[in-house]
């Protein structure tokens, strides 16, 4: 039981990482840096949080300013995962 939970647990951390290596690649962009869009890094960070960012965009609407606030809401998501499956 404990290696599937970890691999839960693994997993949990790996998006919450692809989620603030978004982050911080739209700050990047954001502040004029040359993020290239076709670098394989870039890409695969980018869609691997895609996979969880994009069903939560459909459901949560973004501000009038501009601010997207589902990197928030799914790392919200994903601690609380994270805390059900330790306490199994």
């Given at each position: ?75 919200l998501i994903l ?10």
């Open positions: 039981m404990y290696p599937i939970k970890n691999l839960l647990l693994f997993a949990i951390w790996l998006m919450t990482m692809m989620i603030f290596g978004t982050v911080i690649i739209s700050w990047l962009r954001m502040f004029g840096v040359h993020v290239p869009r076709y670098n394989p890094i870039v890409r695969a960070v980018e869609e691997t949080a895609d996979l969880m960012l994009r069903p939560i965009r459909n459901a949560v609407q973004t501000t009038g300013g501009g601010l997207d606030f589902t990197p928030m809401v799914a790392i601690y609380i995962l994270r805390i059900i499956i330790l306490r199994l």
